[in-house]
C-alpha cells in the first residue's frame, strides 16, 4: 500500500529553525510537495521536489531523497504565523497526490 | 498566480437537502479537478477525480450517487451532495494542477454542517 509518514505534532520557539520530516512508500514518484494549512482554511503551495538536494525559498526550504524514500521541510526564524499544519503529498505514478496526515506545528514565544 | 475559487465558502442546511458546491479556476483551464474532503485532525482524503467532458472517477467507499460530480467546461466543477446528513458534514475542498506534474491550486474550501 501507499503511506507517508511525518510526525503528528512539533513545538518550536519563535525565532527558531525546525525540520518536519517526512517519508514515504509510493507506487511511483512524480514529486513531492509540501502545503501549509491554517485551521479551517485550504492548504497552501509551498515547495515541489521531485530532484534530490535542496530547494530553498526564503525562510523556508525543502530537501529530497528519492533513493531513501524521505523528505524534509526547513523552516528559520520561526514567526508566530508559522502556527499551522504542514501536509507532505507525493504525486504518484498515476499522478495523484497521496497526502500525509500533516504535522501540527505549535509555535511558542 | 493561477486561482481557484470555490464557493460557497460555508453553508448550512438540513438533512435531507441537497447541496452544491462549485469549483472554478479563474485564469486557467482545468481538464481535470479533485474533490477533497477533510476531517477535523485528518489529512486530505481524495474523493473523486472530475474530467471534463465525462465522467467523475470516484475513490473506493465514495457513493457516486450521494455525491454528483459534474464538469460541464474546461473551468467549472460542481460537486452536489444529495440527501445530505449529519455525518457529511465536513470540510470539502476542490483543487486544480495548473499543468501536469505541477502545484495543485486549491479553492477556498466549504464548511458544510448539516443539521
Known amino acids: 500500500g501507499q503511506n507517508i509518514d511525518q510526525p503528528t505534532e512539533m513545538t518550536a520557539t519563535e525565532g527558531a529553525i525546525v525540520q518536519i520530516n517526512c517519508t514515504y512508500q509510493?507506487?511511483?514518484?512524480?514529486?513531492l510537495f509540501w502545503y501549509q494549512q491554517h485551521a479551517g482554511e485550504a492548504p497552501t503551495f509551498l515547495s515541489y521536489?521531485?530532484l534530490d538536494g535542496l530547494e530553498e525559498k526564503g525562510r523556508f526550504s525543502s530537501f529530497l531523497s528519492r533513493s531513501k524514500g524521505y523528505s524534509y521541510l526547513l523552516l528559520k526564524e520561526l514567526q508566530m504565523k508559522d502556527s499551522a499544519s504542514y501536509l507532505c503529498?507525493?504525486?504518484?505514478?498515476?499522478?495523484?497526490?497521496?497526502w500525509g496526515a500533516g504535522t501540527k506545528l505549535i509555535i511558542k514565544p | 498566480g493561477a486561482v481557484v475559487s470555490q464557493h460557497p465558502s460555508w453553508v448550512i442546511c438540513k438533512s435531507g437537502t441537497s447541496v452544491k458546491i462549485e469549483c472554478r479556476s479563474l485564469?486557467?483551464?482545468?481538464?481535470?479537478m479533485f474533490w477533497y474532503r477533510q476531517f477535523p485532525k485528518q489529512s486530505l482524503m481524495l474523493m473523486a477525480t472530475?474530467?471534463?467532458?465525462?465522467?467523475?472517477?470516484?475513490e473506493q467507499g465514495v457513493e457516486k450517487d450521494k455525491f454528483l460530480i459534474n464538469h460541464a467546461s474546461l473551468t467549472l466543477s460542481t460537486l452536489t451532495v444529495t440527501s445530505a446528513h449529519p455525518e457529511d458534514s465536513s470540510f470539502y475542498i476542490c483543487?486544480?494542477?495548473?499543468?501536469?506534474?505541477?502545484?495543485?491550486?486549491f479553492g477556498q474550501g466549504t464548511r458544510l454542517t448539516v443539521v
Open positions: 472530475s474530467n471534463e467532458g465525462s465522467k467523475a472517477t470516484y
Open positions: 509510493t507506487s511511483g514518484f512524480n514529486g
Open positions: 485564469d486557467f483551464q482545468a481538464t481535470t
Open positions: 521536489n521531485v
Open positions: 483543487s486544480a494542477p495548473y499543468r501536469e506534474n505541477t502545484e495543485a491550486f
Open positions: 503529498a507525493v504525486l504518484d505514478s498515476n499522478y495523484q497526490l497521496i
